[in-house]
Structures are given as C-alpha cells and as structure tokens.
C-alpha cells in the first residue's frame, strides 16, 4: 500500500502506523457518559468500502494523517493533516520545495 | 532399457563433470543439469513415495510444478525438505536424500498403505479417529492419540532443528515495468519496454532465460528460438534501464503494484562467495506489471497414471532438447491436444523410438497425422490409455477404444511395450498472479482454461498486462506479437512498425478435446502429491461437498507444497461432472501467495544476524570490556551480569546485588526511555496524560508517575522531572519508549491540537547510571562538583545539576533497587567518562557495577512493577497502584476504569511467594490451592518474575493472583507441568524487603 503524506509525499505503508478509526469521537474529558465512552473506546465502523482512518507517519514526519482508504481495494481517494493548522503551514513547505 | 544421456543436444556442458549424491550413492552429471536431469541421465526413475499410499513415483514434469520428486538437501547440519528435483541445480559436493520412505526409497514398509487403499479415502482420518463419545479417548483426545501414528506414515520430508547459518538479504527495488516470466512473450516485452527507455526488470524462476525457447525446436528469425533467446538477453543485459533476475520466483502480487520475489541467489554453488546471501527477498514496486507467466500442461486422469515413467509430454521435450536426456527407449503418448505431437517429434529425433500415440479423439488433423508418420509411431485415435503396468518402472501401457462423448470405453484391450509414457491433457495458464491481484478467472470453453480477465477487470491499485501464454495465447508467434505490445503499453509507448520476428513452428491446434479423465479400474490420480484420486472427488461429492472450496479442505485437493498447479483443473472438472454442472458454474479457488514455497529466513532477513539493527548505550564498550555477558532486550543490548571467572549466573547476580544493599552498585540506566515535554502547557498535558498530579509538582523535582490507556488498563510508569516551568523530562519504561512517544502525539496532533505542547524523543541525548546502595551518596560527594548531594541539597525526588570530572551532569535521587540511590544524567557523548569516573570514585567503597539480573532480583526484592506485570491485562487497582489514581481530575483512562469487571474482587492481582521447598520457581508457572500433579488444574495466577533473593535467602516471586492481598499469610502450590516443577507457597505481600522505605530515604 502506498500513502501519499502532504508532507513527504508518497511512501510505503511500512513507514507508517495505524491509529484506529477516524470516526470517534472523544467524549469530553470530564464526561460521565458511559455510553459514550464505550463507544469512542469500543465502537469501530468496519465498513466494505470507503473508511475514514488515522494513520501517523511514523518512519517520516511523525504527523498524523486522515486518510480515506476503500477497505475492498486499499484504493486512497484523500490524506490530509488531522491537525489543521499543521496542515496548511506543511503544504506550504510542500510548495515551496516544489 | 531405461532412460540415458544422449550424444549430443541440450543445453548442458558434457565437458564438464559435476559430482553429487542422492541417498548416498554417489553420480556425475553436467553443468547446467537439474538433479532430476541428472538423475534421469543415470536411468534413476525412482524419486519418492507418494504422500499417503506410499507409492513409488518418479517425474512427472521438469519444473517448478512437480509435485512427485520432492527431496532434501543437507548442507552442513542444515536439512531444506521439500524441494522440486527439478528446481535443485546440481552443483559438486551436492547432497540430497529422497523422502518419505523407512528404510529405504527401494524398499519402503508404509507401502503396506496402497493395499488399504480402499480405506484411505478422502475424509478418513476425520471420520475414523472422530473417537468415542466417552470415556479417557472421547472426542479429539482419540484423534490425538492416534495422530503421533499417522503423522509418521503420512507426510512429506521434515524439517531439521539446526540453526540456519546462511545468510538472507531483503531488497527494495522500483521500477517502471516489471516483467514476469522470460519467454519469448517475456523477452519481447522486456525489450520493447527497455527500448522505449524504460526502467525495466525481468525475472524468471529458471536459472536460464528463455522459456519454452530452451526447448522447442522452434526458429525464430532463421534462428534456433533459443539462439534468438540468447541474442535477445545479450542486448538487454548490455542496458543500464535493465535489470536481470534469473533464480527470481515471483510469489506474490500485492497492493500498488508491489510484488515480491525470491531470488536463489546461492543455491546452486558449492560455497556462496564471500558476502553473497543464499536468498535475497526483493520487494518490487513497479509502475506496470507484464505478467509472461506462460502456461502449465495438465496431466490426464486415469489409472495407474502417477507410475514412475509416466510425464507430461512437454517435460520430455525438456529433458530432451534442454538437458539431452532420453527419459525412454520406447515412448507411448497419451493426449487430448495436438501439443503432444511436437514432444514426439522431439523424442523420435533425440533417438526414442515412439511406440505408440493414443489420442482420445477420432477425427486427427492431416497435420498431426503427418507428424505421427514422421515419428514413426502407431496412431491410436479415439483410444485411450486405461492401465499402466511395471513396479518402479513402467513396463507397459493398456490402451482401448474410448467414446470422447460418453467416456465408455468398448472393445479389447491392447497391451504395449512401452519404458515411458508421455501425457498431455492440455494446457492451464499460469495465472496465479493475477488471481492474487483480484483478478477473477474466465473459463474459457476453447481453451478448455481458465483464463485471467481483461485488463479493465482489474483492481484500481494494481496495474497489469498480460502476455503469451498466460493470455491462453499458446504459439510463440502470438506470444511474440502480445510481448511487444504489451511491453510498448507499458511504457507507456506506441506501436511500432517494425517487423516482428518471424517464427517457424510446428503446426497445431491450441485447443484440446474436453477430456479430462478416463474412467477405469483402479487409482487415478488428480493430486499426485496429497494422494487425491478421481474417487475421492467423487465421494466428496457423494458426502455432499459442493462448493469447491469445501472439495478442495476436505480432499485437500491442490493443498500440498506444489499448491495444485497441476491437479486444480482436472479436480474441478471431475467435480464439475459429478454435480452435473459446467466447469465456470462450479468456478475455481482463488490463488493466494506464495506461488511458490518462499523460505522463511528470506522473510526475517534484516531481522537477524549482521543486518538486525542494534541499540548500544554510550557504555557499551566499557561493559563488553568490562566482563559483562550482555543480553538483548528488544533491539538494545545490555549487560546481564558482570561475571567473574568460574561465576554461575546465579551467582553472580547474587553476589552483585548482595554487594549493593552492603556498600554499592552502579548500573547503566541509558536504555529508559527519555522524552522532553516543553512549553506552556506541559504541566497540564501531563496531567491529563498520567493518573496523578504533575502540575504541582515543584521545578526541581521528580515524581513518580502512571499512565493508563484510554480502556482504563495499565500502559506504563516511570518518573517525570521538573527542569523548569514549562519544561519536563519523562523518563518511561525501556520496552514502551516508543510507544508512549506515538501515545503523547497522538493526543497532541488529533485530540489536544490547541495544546502548545512539544515532545522530543530524547532517548539517546542522555547517558544515565544509577548508583545506589549504603554508601552510593558517600561516592557521589567523593567525585561531583558544583553541588552539594546531601540530603538537605538533595531530598528524595530531588534534583541537582553539579559537574562530574569536568562534565556537567544532573542528578535525581530516586531508587528502583530499594537502596538510597541517584540517577546521574550526562550528554550522550560523555557518558563513559562519566561512568570511569563514578567507578573510580567508588573504589574505595567496595562499589560493584551491576546488571539486569541483580536490578531484576532488587525490583522484585522491592515489589516494584515492570512489562511482567503491566502486561496489558492488569489495571492500577491490580497493581496495588490505586494510590496513584487522581480524584481531583480526569485523565487518560479515567473514565474506563472503574468499570465492574476491572473492579471485581476476583480479580489477578499482585503478590510475592516464597518457596517454601527452597527450590527456584519459575517464570510463567501457574498457581493451585491444591495440587494435582496428574491432572494439572485450577489455575488461580501466575508468576510473572522470580530470582532467588539474597537480601531474604530465599527463593522468592512476583506472581498475580485471583483476589491476591485476600491471600496474604496463606499458602498455595506452584504448577508446572511443562517444567516439572511442583510445590508449597506462601503468598506474602509484593513488598519483600524493606517495606517501610527506610533505606531508600536514608
């Protein structure tokens, strides 16, 4: 599999790590809602088809990734930053060495 | 009469003698002779006994789908079982050893089983051991007490237990076109690409390029097709956007167009040269993907159709016009297809006499007519062969008249005298690539083969053409014509309208009759190398197997190493026909990775010997220097113990840690983990990241700390300094390091981005030694500057930054070994000279340096917790850690925690045991309130570290146990059935020694 970072560009999918569903939701840190908490710890969507993932590149630039990975094909349809700000300031970068 | 080398022809080196032995008896053969060739060449037809039956079997083909001459090679201590004689290139000093047989391959005493043949059916070990309801042997214990029996009889060779010393090479490798396969369809692509500018690579699994050119008699421009072969690799071996892999098996096409592959790289050499690895693992990511895998020809089904002397006809015409080995005097040919006829030709010019041609259809082309003629063989047209006659030789054939369209077979039989019969039943694509990628097959009626799928069919991550062959185009003009197209597709090129070479073929027609078995008395074999007949398909069917993935478990038809490549086709068909439904309805399996049997030394090879990464501590020569017998934890290695000569582990560790409770020990710390937390947020992401408090925490000062995962378990302890306000240095557990750094960035990046806090690893900045003991603070006032260490200076969880001989270092008292003991931090690079220093400044103490056995015994001595015990499975209430758990906030974890089952009160958690029999315990044995040594039961825990502790003079565990504190003052037994061990215990509490603290805050 092969995941194209905004940053490094792409690369080998041993360069990177799973980091679960990108679907959670964390519940507010002070929440009591067990419910909610089961779900953000327990729940996965699993679907046959497109999945929203988070990947870090770990053997690269260490940020996190949402990555939109079909689960039948392994098909990439997006990677972007999970953190915004991170993103914007990186994909400058980007274009400037482009 | 038997098989023998001819004159002349083939493509080895008769100048050149090779010496080998198979079972023993020592042979010659040629250069560039396979061990089946070679074997053949000296009239041996004998190569094994057939998985279950124990029957003789020779060769049924010359490649790497031969499912019967299976052997062993030694090398040295090392025995490699399973390997194709006809994949085995011989080389001097060769030994290999035939399988499956007691005594000998001659005279083997499991071939007792052909007579039980009746029994041995599809299924019978399933139902026959299914065992009584009842009693001592109900159920599976039945089956596995009888399965020891049969493991023994049935099977194939066995694998040594001596270390492999080869070594293995894993490369990485990027290309535009990746071409599978080097025949003319191969050839032709990896040319056309090549020319275009490609960056091209071409892989073969043969030790020779070419393809069906070694051995067809075929022209290609005039020339011999090998010739051409030979010229074609010549120009592109001359190219520096080409890249030749002969010895390379393509096993696995995977997403993205990455495909790996094993390259033979040593196999066929007496000795590697220097450097040279016997396997290479290449890890191919190429652009575009020509799949030239050409095609497999099937064996017919009929009895006695798996006797040695019995071959597919194209691996005649190998052994023929490859390797100049007549496999007979006298060959008989049995076909359903005009390719066989070619195989005659061949075999009546390398000097055979063609005996006979039984094909299955009536109605025989003028032109294979004419070639029977030319090879002066009797036609049997709408025969069939119904008996093979001889014992471990083929003596004869029975041929009779059969009816294509019934299968009945009418009239008298008729014996020939005949030492080699030929089969073809005709051809399968190799397609399993292509399958791996997704592909779905296409039976194509024609053909009588499944077929791969046009292009457009394809997953949208894998991108391949095919070519020759493998598209079910069988001639080598077609072959041709789809290589260069395809290799031009592939680089992206066009047409060109250069003449394409021009071939001289022998005629026939690429599609068989539909006949696939012919219904006689007696064994029929689809599988030759799991034993499967016709009848076992049948009976599948008659137990009601439909689907063919059942057929294919339950018979386990095309289940063996060779992975079905020539038995898939006709077992389906046989299905086929016993569920009265068309061969596309009852479909075919899905091929899966490896193509072919990969080893497993090839997979793991930078994971060992001298390209396994390693970790080593500032330190690490000193220690080596030192005496210390080091051990691998993970990819760090650290000193063990620091033996003296004559030293027993045991007691060297005693005496390391004894010496540090009575005056003082040293040890190298640089392993923890180390990550620098800064900036304005620090203080709250800690303490939102561990279970206790952190902001309160005074600059200057340590804390121990907790963190737990999101789940509400137990994830990793270790102490947290305060340098400054916005600036913290965690320390964390050598195995997690890596761990709780991708644990703390993640919270930062997707959960906390409005967080303005940075984490650095800074694992390998820091050199780190703990000293501790009585007198460590003595060594410590001795040999540091700048700062005073006592104890007003420097409290418990304090920290100092002070200069030891001239380096600056910090210091933080803070003690695993129970002892009063500091942690003294350098810059990475000064390291050693720090530790000479502290070594040299305790001299006069009686200071030992120690290893992870005495800091292993202390830690357990002291009841602290490591990886043993935060195995993933235990919480902080198990630990006996509940003190550490913050009410005033919430943290990772906090809301999970407190769930009933991780605060039931049966639950395992932490104790001590002394031995009460004074004999060592051991690690991962299980703990009973009463025992039962014949019947090893009621486990209520486990012990997770034990030593035998000099501070109590007893031996002593860590162990979790079902509501442990409960237990305390009570006794239980170790249970150990692997190991022998059983015993009393008493559970005690985790803290052994000193449980006050008194000595660690002095």
Redesign the interface.
């Known amino acids: 599999?092969?995941i194209t970072c905004p940053y490094c560009g792409p690369r080998?999918?041993i360069e990177f790590?799973y980091?679960g569903d990108g679907n959670r939701e964390?519940?507010d840190?002070?929440?009591?809602n067990?419910e909610a908490?089961?779900a953000?710890?327990?729940d996965r969507l699993n679907p046959a088809g497109d999945h929203n993932e988070?990947w870090?590149h770990?053997g690269g630039c260490?940020?996190?990734l949402r990555v939109v990975r079909?689960t039948l094909?392994?098909?990439i349809s997006s990677v972007a930053f999970?953190?915004?700000?991170?993103g914007s300031s990186a994909r400058h970068k980007a274009e400037d060495k482009a | 009469m038997s098989p023998r080398r001819t004159d002349t022809g083939g493509r080895i080196d008769r100048l050149k003698t090779i010496r080998f032995t198979f079972d023993g008896v020592a042979y010659t053969g040629h250069a560039g002779d396979t061990l089946a060739s070679a074997l053949l060449a000296k009239g041996v037809t004998l190569f094994g006994r057939s998985f279950k039956y124990h029957r003789p079997r020779g060769l049924l083909t010359a490649g790497v789908e031969e499912p019967n001459a299976l052997v062993t090679v030694l090398k040295g201590e090392v025995r490699e079982p399973n390997i194709p004689a006809t994949m085995v290139e011989i080389h001097d000093g060769l030994v290999a050893v035939s399988q499956n047989r007691f005594p000998s391959l001659a005279w083997d005493v499991h071939a007792v089983n052909q007579l039980g043949g009746k029994i041995l059916s599809a299924g019978f070990y399933y139902k026959t051991f299914m065992g009584p309801v009842i009693g001592p042997l109900k159920g599976t214990r039945f089956w596995m007490f009888c399965e020891h029996f049969i493991r023994r009889a049935a099977g194939l060779g066995s694998a040594g237990s001596a270390k492999d010393p080869a070594r293995y090479e894993r490369m990485n490798a990027f290309c535009d076109v990746l071409v599978v396969g080097s025949g003319p369809a191969g050839l032709m692509a990896a040319k056309a690409a090549a020319d275009q500018g490609a960056r091209v690579m071409l892989a073969d699994l043969e030790p020779r390029f070419g393809g069906s050119t070694n051995w067809s008699a075929e022209t290609i421009d005039g020339a011999p097709a090998a010739e051409w072969a030979r010229r074609t690799v010549t120009q592109l071996e001359g190219r520096d956007n080409v890249r030749l892999l002969p010895r390379a098996t393509v096993w696995g096409y995977?997403?993205?167009n990455?495909l790996a592959a094993l390259e033979r790289v040593s196999d066929h050499k007496e000795q590697p040269a220097r450097g040279e690895p016997r396997h290479r693992y290449w890890a191919i990511?190429a652009r575009l993907v020509v799949l030239a895998t050409g095609a497999f020809e099937r064996p017919l089904v009929f009895p006695g159709n798996d006797r040695p002397g019995v071959m597919l006809a194209h691996a005649a015409e190998r052994y023929a016009n490859e390797f100049g080995v007549l496999p007979g005097e006298r060959i008989a040919l049995f076909t359903n297809n005009d390719s066989a006829y070619r195989a005659a030709i061949a075999l009546k010019k390398a000097g055979a006499a063609i005996v006979a041609i039984a094909d299955v259809r009536s109605e025989l082309s003028p032109e294979m007519r004419k070639l029977a003629t030319e090879a002066e063989a009797e036609i049997f047209a709408g025969h069939a062969v119904v008996a093979t006659e001889g014992g471990k030789a083929l003596s004869g054939i029975k041929v009779q008249r059969f009816d294509m369209v019934t299968g009945a077979l009418t009239g008298d039989e008729r014996s020939i005298h005949a030492d080699c019969l030929l089969m073809s039943g005709g051809w399968s694509p190799t397609i399993h690539l292509a399958s791996q990628a997704?592909a779905k097959a296409e039976w194509n009626a024609a053909r009588q083969a499944f077929l791969p799928p046009k292009p457009m069919q394809q997953?949208?991550?894998q991108h391949w053409i095919g070519a020759g062959a493998f598209t079910g185009s069988f001639s080598t003009a077609e072959a041709i014509a789809e290589g260069r197209a395809a290799g031009l597709a592939a680089a992206g090129g066009t047409s060109t309208p250069a003449a394409l070479p021009t071939v001289e073929a022998v005629p026939g027609d690429p599609d068989p009759a539909p006949v696939f078995e012919i219904r006689a008395k007696g064994k029929s074999f689809v599988d030759f190398q799991h034993d499967v007949t016709a009848e076992d398909v049948r009976l599948a069917h008659r137990e009601g197997f439909v689907s063919v993935e059942h057929l294919k478990r339950y018979t386990t038809l095309g289940m063996a190493t060779d992975q079905g490549k020539s038995s898939n086709v006709p077992g389906l068909a046989i299905m086929a026909e016993a569920l009265g439904k068309p061969i596309p309805e009852v479909g075919t399996t899905r091929f899966r990775p490896p193509f072919a049997p990969v080893s497993i030394g090839s997979l793991a090879a930078e994971r060992f010997g001298d390209l396994k990464p390693e970790r080593l501590t500032p330190m690490h020569d000193w220690h080596v220097a030192n005496g210390a017998t080091m051990y691998s934890a993970g990819l760090w290695y650290r000193p063990m113990i620091y033996g003296l000569s004559g030293e027993t582990i045991e007691q060297a560790y005693v005496r390391e840690a004894k010496a540090t409770r009575e005056s003082a020990g040293i040890v190298d710390v640089s392993t923890l983990g180390k990550i620098a937390v800064q900036g304005p947020d620090a203080a709250a992401f800690l303490d939102?990241v561990y279970t206790n408090m952190f902001s309160t925490l005074a600059v200057g000062k340590a804390r121990y700390g907790l963190m737990l995962r999101?789940?509400g378990f137990a994830f990793d302890d270790g102490t947290t300094w305060r340098l400054g306000e916005q600036d913290f240095l965690m320390t964390t557990t050598t195995a997690n390091a890596g761990k709780v750094m991708?644990h703390l960035?993640?919270f930062l990046?997707?959960?906390w981005?409005d967080l303005k806090v940075h984490v650095t690893s800074v694992t390998d900045e820091w050199a780190g030694a703990a000293i501790g003991g009585p007198k460590a603070r003595q060594i410590l006032a001795a040999c540091v500057t700048g700062t005073a260490v006592d104890n007003a200076t420097l409290p418990f969880m304090g920290i100092v930054h002070g200069q030891i001989a001239g380096v600056p270092v910090m210091i933080c008292r803070l003690s695993f070994s129970g002892e009063m003991a500091f942690e003294v931090y350098s810059g990475a690079g000064h390291g050693t000279h720090v530790w000479e220093a502290l070594i040299e400044a305790g001299k006069p103490f009686g200071l030992v340096t120690y290893g992870l056995e005495a800091l292993g015994t202390m830690r357990i001595e002291k009841g602290h917790v490591t990886g043993a015990e935060i195995d993933g499975r235990t919480t902080a209430r198990d630990l006996h850690l509940d003190w550490m758990l913050s009410k005033k906030k919430?943290?990772i974890g906090?809301?999970?925690m407190d769930r009933e089952g991780l605060i039931a009160s049966d639950r395992l958690e932490l104790v001590g045991l002394i031995a009460l029999d004074n004999r060592p315990l051991n690690g991962g044995a299980h703990i009973v309130e009463a025992l039962d040594e014949a019947n090893p039961q009621g486990s209520i825990g486990h012990i997770t570290a034990c030593c035998y502790s000099p501070a109590l003079g007893k031996h002593i565990a860590l162990a979790l146990v079902e509501g442990g504190k409960a237990r305390h003052g009570t006794r239980a037994h170790v249970s150990d059935p692997l190991r022998n061990r059983f015993g009393p215990v008493e559970i005690v509490s985790n803290h052994f020694y000193d449980p006050e603290g008194t000595r660690m805050h002095g």
């Open positions: 599999m092969l080998d999918v790590t980091q964390r519940p840190p002070a929440s009591q067990f908490w089961n953000y710890v327990y988070i870090q770990s260490r940020a996190h079909n094909t392994h098909e999970v953190r915004g700000d991170h | 995977y997403d993205n990455t990511r997704g997953w949208p991550t939102r999101e789940d991708q960035e993640y990046d997707v959960i981005p919430p943290f906090s809301a999970m």
